[in-house]
């Protein structure tokens, strides 16, 4: 806001053209492709917009660090997706070292207190 609102324009867009891009595999397009189409133009341009500071420079980095980021993300395996026989293998293994954890404490519970002194 302020008087110098209408004077500065330091909003910036970035287009990215991931047709275009020579340095992306054809596979990571596709996996872009698809998990970007809502923000993607008509013509497959990928826009990123920022205004956060009063400054053109930092909202150019800015900018690019959301493009950055979304392509990062986009490229990112799915995690993966366990059967009902793998959670509960993986659930009786935790509750299993949860018990060793606590038995291994009361142990070491037990000698410092067997190693008591004067009592008063």
Do not use: C
């Amino acid at each position: 806001g302020g008087q110098n609102v209408n004077k500065v324009a330091t909003k910036v867009d970035i287009r990215f053209h991931i047709e275009s891009a020579s340095w992306l595999s054809p596979d990571a397009k596709t996996k872009i492709l698809d998990k970007m189409k809502s923000s993607l133009t008509k013509d497959g341009w990928l826009v990123t917009k920022s205004e956060k500071t009063r400054s053109q420079p930092f909202n150019q980095e800015d900018a690019l660090q959301k493009l950055r980021e979304n392509i990062r993300l986009a490229l990112e395996p799915p995690k993966p997706v366990f059967t009902e026989e793998e959670l509960k293998k993986i659930k009786k293994g935790k509750v299993k070292a949860n018990k060793e954890r606590l038995k291994n404490k009361q142990h070491r519970g037990d000698t410092k207190q067997s190693r008591g002194g004067p009592g008063f």
